[in-house]
């Protein structure tokens, strides 16, 4: 079983080097009514249904380093008044998360598209003073056992996510929590009792079919 915690250290060694960090794909897309994105490799979990896998797990093979001020020049370049970082796990590298979210002007929203796992009470202090700052945090389970089947990591990282939202709370920080409806029944998604959830849907890839199936993910709607 994954530590994610264990996983991140590893990993931050290879996407991130003298103040610049790995991406992978610059893009204008649709999402959230349109947005400007960058997509960051490497991530600290092992999701079965991870679209971006092929990528975000190997980082040695894809990507080039930028600095902050290089990515939210791109940002900036495309025009929209939302930017995101998506593809990996944005807050792998934290010194650079912060560098770069202070560079996005303030009448950018920047979204923080994340696990939630890294994210402990110091830092969500920190990123409590950027005030054009949102986060989704994409939950992994409903619980410990649907959390350790998805995402390959111990089923007690589970609460870390849950923790992260109360922080986000806490000091304030708009966000949103968000499921991927097709892999937990009604009941389950209502029992985890967090309010305005997202839902997402899954990308049924051939790949991603596979991958569930091998670890006994049940689709149960599509
Ligand atoms: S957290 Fe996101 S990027 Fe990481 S493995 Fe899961 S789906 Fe992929």
């Not at 797990?57 to 998506?86: C, H, Q």
């Not at 807050?91 to 890294?118: A, H």
């Not at 089947?149 to 089923?155: P, S, V």
């Amino acid at each position: 079983m994954i530590n994610p915690f264990n996983l991140a250290k590893a990993i931050e060694k290879e996407v991130c080097r003298n103040g610049s960090k790995k991406f992978y794909r610059f893009r204008k897309t649709r999402f959230y009514g349109g947005c400007a994105t960058a997509d960051c490799l490497g991530c600290n979990l092992r999701c079965a249904y991870c679209w971006a896998q092929k990528k975000v797990w190997n980082p040695a093979r894809y990507g080039e380093f930028y600095t902050p001020d290089a990515v939210s020049e791109k940002l900036d370049r495309m025009n929209f008044s939302l930017v995101r970082i998506s593809g990996g796990e944005p807050t792998l590298c934290k010194k650079y998360l912060r560098e770069l979210v202070s560079l996005i002007p303030e009448d950018k929203l920047f979204i923080l598209e994340t696990n939630g796992i890294l994210l402990d009470e110091n830092f969500v202090r920190e990123l409590s003073k950027f005030k054009n700052l949102y986060v989704r945090v994409s939950l992994k389970g409903v619980d410990e056992r649907t959390f350790e089947k998805i995402t390959g990591a111990e089923g007690k990282f589970f609460y870390n996510q849950i923790n992260t939202l109360d922080l986000l709370k806490k000091y304030d920080i708009k966000h949103r929590a968000a499921i991927l409806i097709n892999l937990f029944t009604e009941s389950q998604i209502n029992n985890l009792g967090i309010p305005n959830l997202e839902y997402e849907t899954l990308i049924d890839y051939p790949f991603v079919q596979k991958n569930l199936k091998k670890r006994g993910i049940e689709v149960m709607r599509v």
